[in-house]
């Protein structure tokens, strides 16, 4: 068992990078890039280029989901003391609901409008992600470990879901209208744009979610009167500092050139 589990955690490493690398070309490098092609340039180029990498991003995302979902199995409920001391029944529940969570998130991206990262959106998938963390830590009552990981799969999984079911279809639609020389649909460049910024945002706080079995003193230190919901607290500490990180970088990659 300890040889598969060993062996789903450098896979689920493997293709996490896979996957976020990719997200990261496309954001940081790619997005500035085609913007400078010409447009007979942009019909040869584009049908080449993307769809080589986001065969990669995409099933990089399934990969990292099945490898992430084998590990919460392994890591969680084979070993039910990573859970937590005070961890109730519920404990078993609460790990496949970012699924379900996604499609309230789905409708809001959708009728709150101006896309995830609008600030009505973030303010509702704020209140969404603290209802979720307020489920796992006062209900399930999960330890800080467990807590954290749980924020990065509601995290990682609404990304896969943005990515399987908004991004890669749009990118099918938009790369063969590139391809046959059309404009591509405005909706689709705006909803493929929207969800790859926003996983873009939520994949930096994601990476300290994940790890932070190895940075036990950043989640499970006691902030003065905060005592055992301080894992709770330094959760949204996380996320703020990580939307923070990403803000930075998409500013810096903004004011890069070619020569
Ligand atoms: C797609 C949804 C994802 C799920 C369901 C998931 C689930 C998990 C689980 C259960 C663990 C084990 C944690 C533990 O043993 O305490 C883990 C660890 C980890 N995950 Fe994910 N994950 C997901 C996405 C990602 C992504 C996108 C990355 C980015 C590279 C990532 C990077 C990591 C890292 C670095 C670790 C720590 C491994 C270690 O320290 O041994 N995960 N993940």
């Not at 063969?176 to 939520?202: C, F, W």
Request: positive net charge; glycine residues 10%.
């Amino acid at each position: 068992m300890s040889l598969v589990e060993n062996l789903s955690r450098w896979m689920h490493l493997l293709f996490g990078i896979l996957w976020i690398g990719h997200l990261y070309y496309f954001n940081f490098v790619q997005a500035g890039f085609e913007g400078k092609l010409a447009a007979d340039m942009k019909k040869s180029v584009i049908p080449e280029n993307r769809p080589r990498a986001l065969f990669w991003f995409r099933w990089g995302a399934m990969w990292t989901f099945v490898t992430g979902i084998l590990l919460v199995g392994f890591n969680y409920h084979m070993n039910r003391a990573n859970l937590g001391p005070d961890a109730t029944g519920m404990a078993m529940g609460v790990f496949l609901f970012p699924l379900f969570i996604y499609f309230l998130y789905d409708i809001v991206a959708k009728k709150v409008g101006g896309g995830p990262m609008s600030m009505p959106s973030l303010a509702v998938n704020l209140v969404l992600f603290a209802g979720y963390m307020a489920l796992c830590h006062f209900a399930a009552k999960l330890g800080g470990r467990a807590l954290w990981i749980h924020a990065g799969m509601a995290f990682g999984i609404t990304m896969m879901m943005n990515v399987w079911m908004r991004i890669w279809p749009a990118q099918r639609r938009i790369i063969t209208a590139i391809k046959e020389g059309n404009a591509p649909d405005q909706a689709d460049v705006a909803l493929a744009g929207a969800r790859s910024r926003h996983n873009t945002y939520m994949s930096v706080p994601l990476l300290m979610y994940m790890f932070a079995q190895h940075s036990d003193g950043f989640y499970n230190a006691a902030i003065g009167a905060l005592g055992n919901h301080s894992p709770l607290v330094m959760v949204f500490v996380t996320a703020a500092l990580g939307f923070f990180f990403a803000n930075l970088l998409y500013k810096k990659a903004g004011q890069l050139s070619g020569f």
